[in-house]
């Protein structure tokens, strides 16, 4: 079947949303295509919450009920439940950001630990996840990852973040559901990667639990996951990985400038597209050693995984093989994905509005500077109005 008659199918890609949350989609996109609107909305609601103006309500009934499941676990629940009545699961992201405390970091680490136990229950919950600076501070994994010597209570520090890694992944493994951790800035990663490469060979011996992201706008991950392949193969243990593109390209660029080193991202879009497909190939060619979670909005990549797939007689729901997209974009890709019984999952963030607003700015932004994406989303929600006649 030709890519677009998988993923054009809008009665399909919309058949959860009520003809007023179609309306409010499609004046949502046209709000954030508009970029001095989004640069001035951003700095407006910013300066609003931190001078404790009521501005809450408005965030929840636009932004924040699109992209989010709700201010806590619980609220998510019926989200969840109608998704999986369509065939695609949820993965619960509490995305609290840019906290910078101990007892912060134990609140993410229990938030973990709950949702693992939540998801133990939930068929429609396989997959659990987390940030690395969720978990510590990201000045202590950017010593960690550039070698230098950390102090006596730096040392306890890092200790006590390689032990949040070990008892979620651990847990992850008992209750037999995956764990993603998501990948974060360049110069604090090494460290985070070198963590997660640890707990791969310790929880996944027999099946892949744990899973590493590999932000693939990065020149070097392709080589990274042959690296860690040979590893993974020569120790005896199972590779997991979601793949991404990236969700930090200008800050990379700009940090690279100012501080005068080569940047690590690649050097066109052509060129991290070029980088994505071959880590989907790669990966999908060696499935018997690894797990794939492909993270993507883009139709291209999600269409040649399943022509790789298809290449290679594996079936629609090979347990190894998901696709996965943000609550909130891209639809078309998931509901059309899970129609065929492909294993499909998108992130469902929560959190209190006012701590998850980077992650809906990131989103805001996301979608002003893929100008691609928005213009998708904007002729789908379109088509899809003329079809209901609204
Ligand atoms: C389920 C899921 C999980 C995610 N987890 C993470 C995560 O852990 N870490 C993270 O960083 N992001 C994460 N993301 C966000 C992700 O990185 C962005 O959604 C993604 O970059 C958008 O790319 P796309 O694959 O949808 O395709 P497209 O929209 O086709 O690609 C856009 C991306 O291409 C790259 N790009 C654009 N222009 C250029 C250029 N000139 N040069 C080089 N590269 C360019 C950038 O990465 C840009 O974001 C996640 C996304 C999903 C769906």
């Not at 046209?30 to 407006?44: D, F, H, N, R, W």
């Not at 609601?45 to 404790?52: C, E, Q």
């Not at 609140?107 to 939540?118: G, H, P, Q, S």
């Amino acid at each position: 079947m030709a890519k677009d008659q998988i993923f054009d199918n809008t009665e399909i890609a919309f058949a959860l949303k009520s003809d007023s949350e179609l309306e409010r989609a499609y004046f949502l996109f046209k709000m954030i295509s508009i970029e001095p609107l989004v640069k001035i909305g951003t700095a407006a609601t910013n300066f609003a919450l931190k001078a404790h103006l009521p501005v809450e309500g408005l965030i929840r009934s636009t932004v924040f009920d699109h992209f989010c499941g709700g201010v806590s676990e619980n609220d998510c629940l019926p989200v969840i439940d109608k998704m999986y009545e369509k065939g695609v699961s949820s993965v619960l992201d509490y995305s609290v950001e840019g906290k910078e405390n101990e007892e912060e970091f134990d609140r993410a680490f229990n938030m973990t630990l709950k949702i693992i136990e939540f998801a133990k229950e939930k068929e429609a919950m396989p997959i659990a996840v987390f940030k690395p600076t969720g978990f510590g501070r990201l000045e202590i994994y950017e010593k960690v990852s550039s070698g230098k010597h950390l102090s006596d209570s730096e040392q306890k520090e890092w200790l006590k973040v390689q032990q949040r890694y070990d008892l979620v992944s651990k847990a992850a493994k008992d209750n037999d559901v995956m764990l993603l951790i998501d990948s974060e800035e360049t110069w604090m990663q090494k460290a985070a990667d070198d963590l997660v490469t640890e707990m791969m060979e310790k929880y996944n011996t027999e099946k892949p639990i744990v899973f590493n992201t590999l932000p693939m706008y990065r020149r070097d991950r392709l080589d990274y996951l042959k690296d860690q392949h040979k590893l993974a193969k020569n120790i005896g243990y199972y590779l997991g990985y979601k793949l991404v593109r990236g969700a930090y390209l200008e800050k990379e660029n700009e940090r690279a400038e100012e501080m005068g080193y080569p940047t690590p991202m690649c050097s066109s879009k052509q060129a991290t597209d070029n980088n994505y497909n071959g880590a989907v190939r790669y990966m999908i060619e060696n499935i018997d050693d690894m797990s794939i979670f492909i993270g993507s909005h883009n139709e291209e990549s999600s269409y040649l995984a399943i022509e790789l797939m298809a290449n290679l007689g594996l079936r629609n729901k090979d347990k190894r093989i998901w696709f996965g997209q943000l609550y909130g974009m891209s639809d078309h890709i998931s509901y059309n994905l899970a129609n065929k019984e492909y294993n499909v999952a998108k992130y469902v963030p929560f959190g209190p509005v006012k701590d998850v607003m980077p992650y809906l700015i990131r989103r805001a932004e996301e979608n002003t500077s893929v100008a691609g994406q928005t213009s998708r989303e904007l002729s789908l929600l379109k088509k899809e109005k003329k079809r209901r006649k609204i």
